[in-house]
């Protein structure tokens, strides 16, 4: 039995590599990284339940439906101006369905020394600096991962940047990948690249919306390159539809003096799953991997991070904070590497879970490998619930339930947000704890 | 003001454990009480009980404010008519500054109430105005709710929180515990600024010090769930001589 399950697994995206020939032809670059993402597929088995890092999730939901290719579809896009970051208003890429949309594009804000632009239209002039840094970073955080190779199965278009010595890019830059609604299940992949050079300041919101409630299966890839001496910040949003399929790869390098910072907000998807891996390139540097997820009804999300310290002195942080309700899964699985020679890290690891209801679940397994012996490494894991006493203080004070409720739970939430830079996307998480809030009084907690 | 009628209470999750056996208690407009009586008699449960603490059961008997049942209000509604509860133990609520937490629980009363609610700078100038009283600087306000503060900090914020919100009928629930000579005196003093004519204050104590500074009108002595003894001033002085151990002994006679 296993046998035959197994095969099924194997074949279900080696399948979706038919969808590859309408890619072909507008770039001879991208056509062999598509070939060579397909050779991997081919060759690289697909994840069960037996391996260590998916015995938490079943990836059935995926598996079970079939897909066709965002872009053969011809779908409509309705106004989605009401997703504009007001402080992004001329830094902004947009792409739907994977596909990137010049009318809902802007650049005019960024300073003209920093190259930015589509990776489709960068592979046709034949960018070199494109070509230079293109996979490098996710090739080496991500070996054998079939999902990294079937995005790039599937490696189309995305987002390239490019912050030029000694400049600070002052403007966030808003990357806005919508997925339309659709009556057909579609799969859809993005490439984020961001190259930070030496004393260079950036700041990125990577935001990920659905419009509908459809099926789809987002593949999204970001790599991201912090040399000597530069700033990274780097927000990430999922709000994908409540029926998507989000797999998602992120592979960071941090060299020098250089600092990367990132926040990511889960909010949307059936099922999640989210892989930070981050890279230290050389001695002295800092890196923060916090995380924010907010989940209820019958979603699952899976957060698998590494953070890797391969070089001596680096002060690295993750706060990983979940609110769960409803029948919602959440799984952390934080690794914590600490190579032989890595002397005088200082890492800071917290997975701390709110669970609203009776039915929601939590795995939690922070986990560190230390081959070094002058480390400081604190790690912990928390399960609490909302605490009777403490809704009965504030509704003695007069706020109702939901406001009580709100209260305690974006207070919760906050100390991973608060750090966030850009006000607006400070608002929208108020907003989003406000909505997941509002939805929360049918399930009555009584501790 | 306040109706207290042969009340029985348990624990939700224990029915089969009475804390509360038959208290009778009645509080009027202008008053001040104080209830005293040893640990475990259950003068915290019943100023929980007033405020609508869900863990507890009423079993028998009623509780009237202004002549009407509030045993089916939630908490936030006892609060919208003017109940108040300083808590023996504040809830830190990091996160939530004061100020957010007071004005929208203060615009919040003053909404169900029928009065004006106030903007950010009107309610500004309100809360300010009680900081003097109990002797906290500005910055409190800003801070988060108890979150890092001192024993004696919380039970000011207590007070500070009372004369925010205004309330008709306030039960302090330990407020006088745990403080030096200082600080009982600014929270005795806020207490007594505090009180008028038109609304009505409950000490639950287990001391007599705070009296020297507070003057009941009525002092009541609480043991094994019950009113043991009523009395004036003289009874808490008395108490304070004798201990509780006198009034057991009594009681059980009774």
Not at chain 1, 42 to 69: A, G, M, V
Not at chain 1, 251 to 265: G, K, L
Request: charged share 30%.
């Amino acid at each position: 039995m296993g046998k035959v399950k197994q095969q099924k697994e194997r074949t279900f995206l080696q399948d979706l590599l038919n969808f590859q020939g309408s890619l072909n032809g507008k770039s001879k670059f991208l056509d062999e990284v598509r070939l060579k993402g397909a050779e991997e597929v081919r060759n690289i088995s697909f994840p069960t339940k037996k391996l260590e890092d998916w015995k938490f999730i079943s990836l059935r939901d995926l598996y079970k439906d079939s897909y066709e290719l965002a872009s053969d579809l011809d779908l409509e896009v309705p106004d989605i101006s009401e997703h504009y970051l007001p402080e992004s208003k001329g830094a902004r890429l947009t792409f739907v369905n994977g596909s990137f949309s010049a009318e809902h594009s802007s650049t005019e804000d960024i300073p003209e020394e920093v190259l930015i632009g589509n990776i489709a239209k960068l592979a046709e002039e034949d960018n070199e600096l494109l070509k230079k840094h293109l996979n490098k970073y996710v090739e080496n955080n991500f070996e054998k991962d079939v999902f990294s190779s079937f995005n790039k199965a599937f490696l189309k278009d995305g987002v390239f940047v490019y912050v030029p010595e000694g400049l600070s890019v002052d403007v966030p830059l808003h990357l806005l990948f919508v997925q339309t609604d659709a009556d057909t299940n579609y799969f859809t992949t993005s490439r984020s690249v961001v190259v930070a050079d030496k004393e260079s300041e950036v700041t990125i919101v990577e935001d990920h919306i659905g419009l509908g409630d459809n099926k789809y299966f987002n593949l999204p890839v970001v790599e991201i390159n912090a040399e000597e001496e530069s700033y990274v910040k780097h927000t990430k949003i999922q709000r994908d539809s409540r029926e998507a399929i989000h797999i998602a790869r992120t592979a960071v390098f941090v060299h020098h003096h250089a600092n990367y910072e990132s926040y990511t907000i889960t909010r949307g998807a059936k099922l999640s799953r989210n892989e930070p891996r981050i890279s230290q390139r050389d001695e002295e540097v800092e890196f923060t991997v916090d995380g924010l997820v907010l989940i209820d009804g019958d979603q699952v999300s899976d957060t698998h991070s590494v953070m890797d310290h391969r070089f001596s002195h680096c002060e690295s942080h993750q706060l990983h904070k979940c609110v769960i309700n409803g029948n919602a899964h959440s799984v952390f699985n934080g690794k914590i590497f600490v190579q032989k020679d890595a002397q005088k890290i200082d890492s800071f690891q917290e997975n701390r879970n709110l669970l609203l209801s009776r039915k929601g679940l939590v795995n939690t397994k922070p986990q560190l490998e230390i081959f070094a012996d002058d480390v400081v490494c604190t790690h912990g894991a928390t399960v609490g619930q909302l605490e009777q006493d403490e809704l009965f203080y504030l509704m003695s004070r007069g706020l109702n339930e939901q406001q009580a409720r709100e209260m305690l739970i974006y207070a919760f939430a906050l100390e991973t947000i608060e750090n966030i830079t850009v006000d607006s996307v400070q608002d929208l998480l108020v907003d989003e704890v406000h909505q997941f809030t509002e939805n929360q009084l049918d399930s009555k907690l009584t501790a | 003001m306040l109706e207290i009628k042969d009340l029985h209470v348990c624990v939700e999750e224990d029915p089969s454990e009475e804390i509360l056996k038959g208290v009778n208690l009645t509080i009027n407009k202008g008053e001040i009480h104080a209830i005293m009586g040893p640990n475990g008699s259950g003068k915290s449960t019943l100023s929980k009980v007033v405020a609508g603490h869900e863990a507890y059961e009423v079993t028998q008997g009623d509780i009237l404010y202004n002549g009407e049942s509030i045993l089916e209000l939630e908490a936030d509604e006892r609060a919208h008519l003017g109940i108040f509860l300083a808590f023996q133990y504040p809830v830190e609520v990091p996160g939530v500054t004061n100020k957010n937490l007071l004005r929208q629980a203060y615009n919040t009363i003053a909404e169900e109430q029928g009065r004006e609610e106030l903007d950010p700078l009107q309610f500004e100038d309100h809360a300010r105005e009680q900081l003097e009283l109990v002797d906290m600087k500005e910055e409190f306000l800003e801070r988060s709710v108890n979150a890092g503060f001192s024993g004696g900090e919380k039970k000011r914020n207590e007070i500070f929180q009372m004369a925010v919100l205004q309330p008709k009928l306030a039960f302090l629930d330990e407020t006088d515990s745990g403080l030096d000579i200082d600080a009982l005196k600014i929270v005795a003093n806020g207490i007594n600024e505090l009180s008028g004519e038109d609304n009505a204050t409950v000490l639950v104590t287990h001391y007599q010090r705070i009296l020297d500074y507070v003057q009941p009108d009525h002092v009541h002595v609480m043991i094994d769930g019950k009113i043991a003894k009523s009395g004036d001033k003289d009874l808490a002085i008395k108490l304070e001589e004798k201990g509780y151990d006198w009034l057991s002994k009594d009681a059980s006679v009774l």
